[in-house]
């Protein structure tokens, strides 16, 4: 293993995207940089409001441009919404990552998630303007007790490296799924690898584990891996991770998990129920680690993190599911979900001080 540096990160001030209409007014979340081919950025993210296509649906996916990666504008419409006639992603589409693919077409990959009995998968769809996009049938990468946080890495010969989270649920490892009703005991980075962008194979074993301290104690929600600067160097891995309630709280069921709210229509009050849960005493932040062998990784160093309930910051309780973008002079930002004290949801971004020591193209 390698040990992670001290790689310093500095927020940038103010949101780059906030909830500003009946699309996403309920909650912002899960960023996904997108580098456009002429210059600029689009910011693909997860929204949910009182704008929604239907009663009963959860969140899906919008994009925002920008000239400099700071000012965004919010473009009209949704690009990606559930369905609700696949029951596996009838009810919410989340945490999306997009690369290219050949003669400028564009595959987005994102976490589905339908009844709450349904476990969670990673799906997938098609663009050739990044505005228009098309559901792929079939489903990517799916697991007994679900998946969700896609990352996508192109790999250089070819193919690419999906790394997601994997929920598990009973005992041992080995338990059941969300449908037999067990608890789930972790919530840990996985990878698959695939030829074709289609057809993926699960790769043995875990890339990080969980839990691995106090502030990684409710599971690990997305991982994005970059290769070394130079053959032989450390990869890195950049991670959020939530830390558990303090001894002796409880928190309301989060409605994604209340299948009750689901099936009654209740979801009209999805995202204020979501905030109840995550104001109930989590809290999450983002970690960096490195490693010689992409397959192994220790638990990181906190590089961003709010200051706690009670104080002030755009990310004061929560910072999670970021998304990298190298810059033209070495260094990298980072855009990731922020909540505030008072529930309010926002795309958040961090510069790094300094080139970090891993670089952009396919490894």
């Not at 995207?17 to 210059?39: E, F, N, T, Y």
């Not at 689009?42 to 409001?49: E, K, P």
């Not at 990878?191 to 502030?215: I, K, M, N, W, Y």
């Not at 993190?305 to 998304?323: K, R, V």
Request: hydrophobic residues 35%; proline residues 10%.
């Amino acid at each position: 293993m390698t040990p992670a540096p001290s790689v310093v990160w500095y927020r940038e001030p103010g949101p780059r995207v906030r909830g500003s209409r009946p699309l996403d007014s309920g909650k912002v979340q899960a960023p996904c940089i997108v580098s456009l081919p002429d210059g600029g950025y689009r910011l693909f993210y997860t929204g949910v409001g009182p704008g929604k296509p239907y009663a009963a649906c959860q969140g899906y996916i919008l994009s925002a441009v920008s000239a400099d990666g700071l000012c965004f504008r919010a473009e009209p419409g949704i690009r990606l919404a559930p369905q609700p006639g696949h029951p596996h992603l009838s009810l919410r589409i989340l945490a999306p990552t997009v690369t290219a693919r050949d003669r400028g077409r564009w595959r987005m990959y994102f976490e589905a998630r339908g009844p709450a009995a349904q476990p969670t998968a990673i799906c997938s769809a098609v663009s050739s303007d990044l505005i228009n996009w098309e559901l792929e049938e079939g489903v990517r990468v799916a697991r007994p007790g679900g998946v969700g946080g896609p990352r996508y890495m192109p790999l250089r010969h070819g193919g690419g490296r999906m790394y997601c989270f994997e929920s598990v649920f009973g005992s041992g490892g080995h338990g059941p799924g969300p449908a037999d009703g067990g608890q789930r005991v972790a919530q840990r980075i996985v990878s698959a690898v695939t030829s074709d962008g289609l057809h993926f194979d699960a790769e043995g074993g875990c890339r990080l584990p969980d839990r691995q301290g106090p502030l990684d104690s409710a599971g690990i929600t997305a991982a994005q891996v970059v290769a070394p600067v130079v053959p032989g160097g450390p990869w890195t891995m950049v991670y959020s991770a939530w830390q558990d309630l303090p001894p002796g709280s409880t928190a309301p069921l989060h409605p994604s998990h209340d299948a009750a709210a689901v099936v009654s229509g209740r979801s009209d009050d999805f995202a204020a129920a979501s905030i109840a849960a995550d104001l109930a005493g989590y809290r999450s932040r983002i970690f960096l680690t490195r490693s010689t062998d992409p397959f192994s990784w220790d638990p990181g160093v906190c590089i961003v993190e709010g200051d706690g309930y009670g104080a002030d910051g755009i990310d004061a309780i929560h910072a999670e599911d970021m998304s990298l973008v190298a810059l033209d002079d070495g260094t990298w930002r980072m855009y990731y979900a922020a909540c505030d004290r008072h529930g309010h949801w926002c795309i958040a971004s961090a510069r790094s001080e300094a080139p970090p020591g891993f670089r952009a193209q396919p490894s």
